[in-house]
């Protein structure tokens, strides 16, 4: 048979005072020690009698003294107190000390790019590192359900509340061809696609989600044929002269094998009536929630910034033949 709890339990204000009262030997001196009023502590007393329905102190002795149900209470409510505090100190420890374990998510691109980057920034303040990969959708909600403890993603929504997000950098989205792919000048994408068909994102993804919506406000009406949701299969098809995609700069590093057999030319070298158009991007964001990793985000931030400032995106721009500025924009947070 399951045991009956009591319907209430004092509150450890109560249990302190007891306590401080047994310790110092009088009302007046555990008054002292808690600063608080001799009337208090007696009323707090007499809350925990009436709480436990016994008498806890021998008001007929001068000194008063605890009886043996006030000494039983003592000795259980002293071992409460310490588990109490030892378990705050615990806690607030997890956020000052070093992290047992660091579960960081981060978009695929991403990930194959800056993963190595920021497992050796880790490995000096964190005994495990687990970097996991996936599409932003996913890693917002592992991020809510707690499953992992930041995540980089693409996505700038507000979401649950308490978890921060800061932007990182923003990376434009280019027109990738066959390399020996020869037009005389560009139109627009619908009249390139009559040469070349249109290899897309799945729209189940968020690169496929941009490149549609940034199509159908062009007034772009392109045939659905081939759809992907990873970049190395839609680059190999490109490379293969099959047909033209439009991706990022961080996606083309991910699958740099490919750069060989092709070439990028940047949206704007496209136009409809005379107008060149306009540029689409994406950016990247650090989240994580408010209050609970201590300087950790911070110190990935700045660390993924300047990595991908100085190296990462240096690097990008000289293997695509485009200037820094025409790869990324280092965004404010």
Same mark, same amino acid.
């Given at each position: 048979m399951?045991?009956?709890?009591? $319907?209430?339990?004092?509150? &450890?204000?109560?249990?302190?005072? &007891?306590?401080a009262v047994?310790?110092?030997?009088? =009302?007046?001196?555990a008054a002292?020690?808690?600063? =608080?009023?001799?009337a208090?502590?007696?009323?707090r007393?007499?809350?925990?009698?009436?709480?436990l329905?016994? +008498?806890?102190? @021998?008001?007929?002795?001068?000194?008063?003294?605890?009886?043996?149900a006030g000494?039983?209470l003592?000795?259980?409510?002293?071992?409460?107190?310490? %588990?109490?505090?030892?378990?705050?100190e615990?806690?607030?420890s997890?956020?000052?000390?070093?992290?047992?374990?660091?579960?960081? %998510?981060?978009v @695929?691109?991403?990930?194959a790019?800056?993963g190595?980057i920021?497992i050796?920034?880790?490995? %000096?303040t964190?005994?495990?590192?687990?970097? &996991?990969?996936?599409?932003?959708?996913?890693? $917002?909600?592992q991020?809510?359900?707690?499953q992992?403890?930041?995540?980089?993603?693409?996505?700038?929504q507000?979401?649950?509340?308490?978890?921060?997000?800061q932007r990182?950098?923003? $990376?434009?989205?280019?027109v990738v061809?066959p390399?020996?792919?020869?037009?005389?000048?560009?139109?627009?994408?619908?009249?390139l696609?009559?040469h070349?068909?249109l290899i897309?994102?799945?729209?189940?993804?968020v690169?496929?989600?941009?490149?549609? %919506?940034?199509l159908?406000?062009?007034?772009e009406s392109?045939e659905?044929?081939? $759809?992907l949701?990873?970049? *190395?299969?839609?680059?190999?098809?490109?490379?293969?002269g099959?047909?033209?995609a439009?991706?990022?700069?961080?996606?083309?590093w991910?699958?740099?094998q490919?750069?060989? *057999?092709i070439?990028?030319?940047?949206?704007?070298s496209?136009?409809?009536h005379?107008?060149p158009?306009?540029t689409l991007s994406?950016?990247?964001?650090l989240?994580?929630?408010?209050?609970?990793?201590?300087?950790?985000p911070?110190?990935?931030?700045?660390?993924?910034?300047?990595a991908?400032?100085r190296?990462v995106?240096? @690097?990008?721009a000289?293997?695509?033949s485009?200037a820094?500025?025409?790869?990324? +924009?280092m965004d404010?947070?």
């Amino acid at each position: 048979m399951k045991e009956r709890l009591p $319907e209430q339990f004092p509150d &450890w204000d109560l249990l302190a005072s &007891w306590v401080a009262v047994v310790e110092a030997g009088s =009302i007046s001196d555990a008054a002292n020690r808690l600063a =608080i009023s001799q009337a208090g502590v007696s009323h707090r007393i007499k809350v925990l009698e009436t709480l436990l329905d016994t +008498t806890l102190l @021998d008001r007929a002795t001068r000194p008063a003294r605890p009886t043996s149900a006030g000494q039983r209470l003592f000795e259980h409510a002293t071992v409460l107190l310490q %588990g109490a505090s030892q378990m705050v100190e615990s806690v607030r420890s997890v956020t000052r000390a070093k992290r047992v374990v660091v579960r960081l %998510g981060c978009v @695929d691109s991403f990930a194959a790019t800056m993963g190595p980057i920021v497992i050796r920034a880790l490995a %000096g303040t964190s005994h495990q590192i687990r970097l &996991w990969s996936g599409i932003g959708p996913v890693l $917002e909600a592992q991020l809510e359900a707690r499953q992992v403890d930041i995540a980089v993603t693409t996505s700038g929504q507000t979401g649950a509340q308490g978890i921060i997000r800061q932007r990182l950098f923003s $990376e434009p989205y280019l027109v990738v061809l066959p390399r020996n792919f020869e037009i005389d000048r560009y139109g627009t994408l619908t009249d390139l696609s009559t040469h070349l068909q249109l290899i897309r994102y799945s729209a189940r993804s968020v690169i496929g989600q941009h490149v549609d %919506g940034y199509l159908a406000a062009n007034a772009e009406s392109i045939e659905r044929t081939y $759809e992907l949701d990873a970049t *190395d299969p839609l680059l190999s098809l490109v490379a293969a002269g099959l047909g033209f995609a439009l991706t990022t700069p961080m996606c083309l590093w991910q699958s740099r094998q490919y750069l060989n *057999d092709i070439r990028v030319v940047p949206l704007t070298s496209f136009s409809r009536h005379g107008r060149p158009y306009q540029t689409l991007s994406r950016s990247f964001y650090l989240a994580f929630r408010e209050n609970e990793l201590g300087r950790l985000p911070v110190d990935i931030y700045d660390m993924l910034r300047l990595a991908f400032e100085r190296q990462v995106g240096r @690097d990008i721009a000289a293997a695509l033949s485009l200037a820094p500025e025409d790869v990324y +924009t280092m965004d404010g947070a």
